[in-house]
């Protein structure tokens, strides 16, 4: 457990890290140097690359989760592993590329009105879902090879660097409108790279076959496993990019910037949980494997419990702060309050659920969460096609909202109901009295100018939730990272 606690905090810190990057180049430089419209039509290439991503990796995650440890051979090799990864990419890569071909045509006609930029635009998709396709492979690949950082690294901190560098180029009229969009698929590569030659240095990449060794089983479990992967990918595209889609298909993409400006808060809640859920895969995995349900049942209540008291700290603090938001927005995004509170709500529900959906997908349940999604997915456009059009932006936080919360509890029934997993415990019921009382003393203190009142306000708030989680010792975990955080300052200081 000292490895994922390790990794799940560095891959947290690079994550907000990335974010606070995110926050400069979203927040407060995008809106104002680029138009609404050109903020929804990057945020809808990524949206479209990442769904594409999704069907054309051909459920192949799904295979490198649950079954790598059956190819692990401790010599770079993997039994060929890499080099049958690679081919079903590519397979899935050419059945997108036809798939492109022939939507396309159909695609620019029915965005040509409504969000012209797309259309323009949308010649880059085959290279932002190649480029999306190979660092998904790569990262999945080095993660199950017990490094979680480094993908999180690249992806969340490292690209956020070259994203503020080509907005700089930009607002100072280096490049255009062109340029920065050229860059900003460039830059997505540039991960790719650096984490292909990080492995390639390790000895771990060998595109040599070795089809001896996958037995007549084996193959048909692959199959079975990339067949359910295909489908199970879905939940996770109806939850990040099937919102920004169909408020393109209602509103435009003017409203897909407003919602992506917005959202952007909520997400702040999700970062410790990829961290703690990449490296948890691994481990699960071969928990699984071994039929150690006392290992599994401890990172998952751990889990749970670090994610809901990390989440509550950032939920209350946009609670407190909704308002200093505004303020630093423009005048056209101050009707998205709501699209914040709603989708951080469901964010921090999911979360506080842990790692129940990495326990479900290496377990043999892993199909089973193919029927959640179908559950998840009639659940999202039917509640989308009823409040979007009645509500707008907020319409779609709440269809979001609804769809994230029914989709996380159900899984935790389902892991409670037939392993007796359960994640929760009294702990997340005193972690919300603390958070209640710090949050009722966030909107009690009297606002002031804008910088001071947004870090005065913050670091109450997170004084009085901390001081209550570790006064209470409600979190083992995080309360050995704030006992080792003193001991280091007293030997120094």
Same mark, same amino acid.
Request: hydrophobic content about 55%.
């Given at each position: 457990?000292?490895?994922?606690?390790?990794?799940?905090?560095? /891959?947290?810190?690079?994550?907000?890290?990335?974010?606070?990057?995110?926050?400069?180049?979203?927040?407060?430089?995008?809106?104002?140097?680029?138009?609404?419209?050109?903020?929804?039509? +990057?945020?809808?290439?990524?949206?479209?690359?990442?769904?594409?991503?999704?069907?054309?990796?051909?459920?192949?995650?799904?295979?490198?989760?649950?079954?790598?440890?059956?190819?692990?051979? /401790?010599?770079?090799?993997?039994? /060929?592993? #890499?080099?049958?990864?690679?081919?079903?990419?590519?397979?899935?890569?050419?059945?997108?590329?036809?798939?492109?071909?022939?939507?396309?045509?159909?695609?620019?006609? =029915?965005?040509?009105?409504? !969000?012209?930029?797309?259309?323009?635009?949308?010649?880059?998709?085959?290279?932002?879902? #190649?480029?999306?396709?190979?660092?998904?492979?790569?990262?999945?690949?080095?993660?199950?090879?017990?490094?979680? +950082?480094?993908?999180?690294?690249?992806?969340?901190?490292?690209?956020?660097?070259?994203?503020?560098?080509?907005?700089?180029?930009?607002?100072?009229?280096?490049?255009?409108?062109?340029?920065?969009?050229?860059?900003?698929?460039?830059?997505?590569?540039?991960?790719?790279?650096?984490?292909?030659?990080?492995?390639?240095?390790?000895?771990?990449?060998?595109?040599?076959?070795?089809?001896?060794?996958?037995?007549?089983?084996?193959?048909?479990?692959?199959?079975?496993?990339?067949?359910?992967?295909?489908?199970?990918?879905?939940?996770?595209?109806?939850?990040?990019?099937?919102?920004?889609?169909?408020?393109?298909?209602?509103?435009?993409?003017?409203?897909?910037?407003?919602?992506?400006?917005?959202?952007?808060? =909520?997400?702040?809640?999700?970062?410790?949980?990829?961290?703690?859920?990449?490296?948890?895969?691994?481990?699960?995995?071969?928990?699984?494997?071994?039929?150690?349900?006392?290992?599994?049942?401890?990172?998952?209540?751990? !889990?749970?419990?670090?994610?809901?008291?990390?989440?509550?700290?950032?939920?209350?603090?946009?609670?407190?702060?909704?308002?200093?938001?505004?303020?630093?927005?423009?005048?056209?995004?101050?009707?998205?309050?709501?699209?914040?509170?709603?989708?951080?709500?469901?964010?921090?529900?999911?979360?506080?659920?842990?790692?129940?959906?990495?326990?479900?997908?290496?377990?043999?349940?892993?199909?089973?969460?193919?029927?959640?999604?179908?559950?998840?997915?009639?659940?999202?456009?039917?509640?989308?096609?009823?409040?979007?059009?009645?509500?707008?932006?907020?319409?779609?936080?709440?269809? =979001?909202?609804?769809?994230?919360?029914?989709?996380?509890? #159900?899984?935790?029934?389902?892991?409670?109901?037939?392993?007796?997993?359960?994640?929760?415990?009294?702990?997340?019921?005193?972690?919300?009295?603390?958070?209640?009382?710090?949050?009722?003393?966030?909107?009690?203190?009297?606002?002031?100018?804008?910088?001071?009142?947004?870090?005065?306000?913050?670091?109450?708030?997170?004084?009085?939730?901390?001081?209550?989680?570790?006064?209470?010792?409600? !979190?083992?975990?995080?309360?050995?990272?704030?006992?080792?955080?003193?001991?280091?300052?007293?030997?120094?200081?």
């Amino acid at each position: 457990m000292g490895i994922v606690q390790k990794q799940t905090i560095r /891959g947290t810190a690079w994550s907000y890290l990335g974010a606070l990057l995110g926050f400069v180049n979203i927040i407060l430089l995008s809106p104002k140097i680029f138009t609404t419209g050109e903020i929804g039509v +990057v945020q809808l290439l990524l949206s479209f690359a990442t769904m594409l991503a999704q069907f054309s990796s051909l459920g192949f995650t799904n295979v490198i989760n649950r079954l790598f440890p059956y190819f692990r051979d /401790g010599r770079g090799k993997h039994h /060929g592993f #890499l080099g049958l990864s690679l081919v079903i990419t590519l397979a899935g890569f050419i059945a997108a590329l036809v798939f492109i071909r022939f939507y396309s045509p159909h695609f620019e006609q =029915a965005n040509m009105e409504r !969000s012209p930029l797309i259309a323009e635009y949308s010649f880059y998709l085959p290279a932002l879902l #190649l480029i999306t396709l190979l660092f998904n492979l790569l990262d999945n690949y080095n993660k199950v090879l017990y490094d979680a +950082v480094l993908g999180t690294f690249l992806r969340e901190f490292l690209f956020r660097v070259f994203n503020l560098a080509l907005i700089c180029l930009f607002w100072a009229g280096v490049i255009d409108f062109n340029g920065y969009v050229f860059g900003y698929v460039v830059s997505q590569g540039i991960p790719l790279i650096i984490i292909f030659i990080r492995l390639l240095m390790r000895g771990e990449i060998s595109l040599k076959l070795e089809p001896g060794f996958i037995t007549p089983q084996l193959k048909r479990e692959i199959i079975i496993l990339s067949l359910f992967g295909i489908l199970t990918g879905i939940s996770t595209v109806t939850l990040t990019t099937l919102d920004k889609l169909f408020i393109n298909t209602y509103l435009g993409e003017v409203e897909v910037g407003i919602y992506s400006i917005a959202s952007f808060f =909520a997400v702040l809640i999700t970062l410790p949980g990829r961290s703690v859920s990449k490296i948890s895969i691994p481990f699960l995995a071969e928990a699984w494997k071994k039929d150690d349900l006392e290992t599994i049942d401890d990172l998952y209540v751990r !889990s749970s419990i670090s994610q809901y008291a990390v989440g509550l700290l950032i939920f209350i603090g946009l609670m407190v702060n909704i308002g200093n938001i505004f303020r630093l927005l423009p005048e056209a995004y101050s009707g998205s309050a709501a699209v914040i509170i709603f989708i951080s709500f469901g964010n921090l529900v999911s979360g506080s659920a842990g790692v129940n959906g990495v326990v479900l997908s290496t377990s043999s349940l892993y199909r089973y969460q193919t029927w959640l999604m179908f559950i998840l997915i009639a659940l999202f456009v039917v509640t989308s096609m009823i409040f979007i059009p009645l509500y707008g932006i907020t319409g779609a936080a709440l269809a =979001a909202m609804i769809s994230n919360i029914t989709y996380s509890m #159900l899984g935790v029934v389902l892991t409670g109901r037939r392993f007796g997993l359960w994640p929760y415990r009294t702990v997340h019921l005193k972690m919300t009295l603390v958070a209640l009382a710090a949050m009722a003393a966030g909107y009690i203190m009297p606002q002031i100018s804008l910088i001071p009142d947004i870090l005065l306000r913050s670091l109450l708030v997170t004084l009085i939730f901390v001081a209550g989680v570790w006064f209470w010792k409600l !979190s083992d975990d995080l309360n050995g990272v704030a006992d080792t955080l003193m001991e280091w300052f007293r030997k120094r200081f």
